[in-house]
T-cell receptor, first 113, second 116 residues
Framework: DAGITQSPRHKVTETGTPVTLRCHQT?????MYWYRQDPGHGLRLIHY???????DKGEVSDGYSVSRSKTEDFLLTLESATSSQTSVYFC????????????FGPGTRLTVL | RKEVEQDPGPFNVPEGATVAFNCTYS??????FFWYRQDCRKEPKLLMS???SGNEDGRFTAQLNRASQYISLLIRDSKLSDSATYLC?????????????????FGAGTQVVVTP
């Protein structure tokens, strides 16, 4: 158990509204990641962070922003939610063992109507 | 072409039987390899890392073939609880110093269904 929680676990929202998802970890891991998972696709990286205030884009970052003001919290914001952002969102941390083993939070199921 | 490709299955396996499946990866510079297990509507969980020499963890055996760029997973004496989707994951190295750990590339998963 890597001590990762995500909130909310489920959310239904309307197109055009802003949404913020929270990932919280208790073990001071430096690297944190946000992925989305859709049927027929592997997990795809949205954004990641390599330290407080240090973030970078992943492969599907359009329409998303992130912030990391504390080591333990990594926030993902959908500025103006669209139906194409309906997905399951997973947060992950890396244990920095050199091979980039990652451990995942329980996920947030987001539906944009 | 996807960086990591897997047969989606499902592989229907009688309890007690052996099942094996592969995944292929396209980036020859990939350095780390993993199998994750994902149950329906749950998060992926690390099953095992895959080493060049091959490795075994109980009933699970993983192999890496760098020359042909594929990874395999074999499950012996299948249990009902082995029913899940198995994700092949490859760590793609990066050259930027801010991200020395690289980025994981995920296959879409192979579904295994173990039947009584």
């Amino acid at each position: 158990d890597a001590g990762i929680t995500q909130s909310p676990r489920h959310k239904v929202t309307e197109t055009g509204t802003p949404v913020t998802l929270r990932c919280h970890q208790t073990e001071n891991h430096r690297y944190m990641y946000w992925y989305r998972q859709d049927p027929g696709h592997g997990l795809r990286l949205i954004h990641y962070s390599y330290g407080v205030k240090d973030t970078d884009k992943g492969e599907v970052s359009d329409g998303y922003s992130v912030s990391r003001s504390k080591t333990e919290d990594f926030l993902l914001t959908l500025e103006s939610a669209t139906s194409s952002q309906t997905s399951v969102y997973f947060c992950a941390i890396s244990l920095n063992r050199g091979n980039n083993e990652q451990f995942f939070g329980p996920g947030t199921r987001l539906t944009v109507l | 072409r996807k960086e990591v490709e897997q047969d989606p299955g499902p592989f229907n396996v009688p309890e007690g039987a052996t099942v094996a499946f592969n995944c292929t990866y396209s980036n020859s510079a990939s350095q780390s390899f993993f199998w994750y297990r994902q149950d329906c509507r749950k998060e992926p969980k690390l099953l095992m890392s895959v080493y060049s020499s091959g490795n075994e963890d109980g009933r699970f055996t993983a192999q890496l073939n760098r020359a042909s760029q594929y990874i395999s997973l074999l499950i012996r004496d299948s249990k009902l609880s082995d029913s899940a989707t198995y994700l092949c994951v490859v760590n793609r190295p990066l050259l930027v110093t801010t991200d020395s750990w690289g980025k994981l590339q995920f296959g879409a998963g192979t579904q295994v269904v173990v039947t009584p």
